[in-house]
């Protein structure tokens, strides 16, 4: 389950790499804030993935168990850098009337990741359920996040390339920061890293992903 943990971790670094190149890019050619955020996401990502992969080669569960606590807040500050670069952006974009041009490269890319992320997100939520590994169910979440944002990315994008709305791009930006800004709050806190706390391990609460009182989940 570690070994499988750890090969998921490789893969969304290594995607993300490459993500984080292609978003930024293509978003400086074509002015988008949007396209540069997501770059952006990609490598904190990588960041987070990273720190989790460490993490999880500690062979001391005692020492790894104070390392766990560590790690949940440094995501959940990853969380809010994000968010709060994609609110400066998007208000100085909405302000400055400043639109962005149309990107296949980003549309295509989008696409690409609003199919991979959410596959490789939920096998990591299953494998963190499974052996109650919080640090990985919540790197799972950012992946979630990277996903939610593809998907606004995705439709800001095409209905730009369509219709031509200049604030379209900002608006598309700004959906995502409430919830990275919740997500963040979590993590810094330590809400979602309590010894007491077992994850979720069945499917209709999406391995943790929504608030399950099934019976199968109690702690």
Not at 98 to 114: F, K, P, Q, R, W
Request: charged letters at 15%.
């Amino acid at each position: 389950m570690i070994q499988l943990a750890k090969t998921l971790l490789i893969v969304t670094i290594l995607y993300n790499l490459a993500e984080g190149v292609v978003a930024i890019w293509s978003g400086m050619v074509a002015s988008s804030i949007a396209l540069v955020a997501f770059g952006a996401d990609s490598y904190l990502e990588v960041a987070a993935a990273s720190l989790v992969l460490w993490r999880v080669g500690i062979q001391d569960e005692e020492y790894a168990e104070r390392i766990e606590g560590r790690v949940v807040r440094f995501i959940g500050w990853t969380f809010i850098v994000l968010s709060a670069a994609i609110v400066f952006q998007s208000a100085w974009a909405l302000v400055n009337g400043a639109g962005a041009e149309e990107s296949m490269v980003g549309i295509l890319l989008a696409v690409l990741s609003v199919t991979v992320m959410p596959l490789i997100a939920f096998w990591k939520l299953q494998i963190a359920s499974k052996g109650n590994l919080q640090s990985i169910a919540i790197e799972a979440k950012e992946t979630i996040a990277c996903s939610a944002l593809s998907a606004t990315l995705l439709v800001g994008l095409v209905a730009n390339a369509l219709v031509g709305w200049w604030w379209l791009d900002a608006v598309t930006a700004l959906l995502l920061a409430p919830w990275l800004i919740r997500e963040g709050l979590e993590g810094i806190r330590g809400e979602t890293c309590h010894d007491e706390l077992q994850l979720c391990s069945c499917r209709p609460c999406l391995y943790g992903l929504k608030t399950c009182r099934a019976a199968c989940c109690a702690g």
